[in-house]
């Protein structure tokens, strides 16, 4: 399954014991920090073990998904090309 976004960024948060989506891609990148619990992250089939303060990229096609161990808190914040040509880079 290939998950579409259609505005240049969004930002979203849920809670859950079991992760609602099965193996999928998407068409943007998406930024994933774990707040809360733990568990295997399993992208392009390589498994990693997670817990609270945990930061992922995911690039547009890698194939994704999380299997929980302890409920967890993901917050994320989706973006696609469409976001960088409509906003200048900030310059330090």
């Known amino acids: 399954m290939k998950k579409k976004q259609f505005e240049p960024l969004e930002i979203d948060t849920f809670e859950a014991t ?8 998407h068409t943007y ?13 399993h992208t ?6 997670y817990k609270a303060g945990d930061l992922y990229l995911i690039s547009p096609d890698d194939e994704h998904f999380f299997d ?10 989706k973006f ?6 409509g906003n200048k880079p900030i310059i330090w």
């Open 80 to 85: 696609n090309d469409a976001y960088f040509k």
């Open 44 to 49: 392009n089939q390589i498994v990693i073990p």
């Open 18 to 25: 079991k992760y609602p989506f099965p193996r999928h891609s």
């Open 29 to 41: 990148y998406e930024l994933i920090y774990i707040s809360k619990g733990s568990g295997s992250h």
């Open 68 to 77: 929980i161990k302890k409920s967890t808190s993901f917050f994320f914040i």
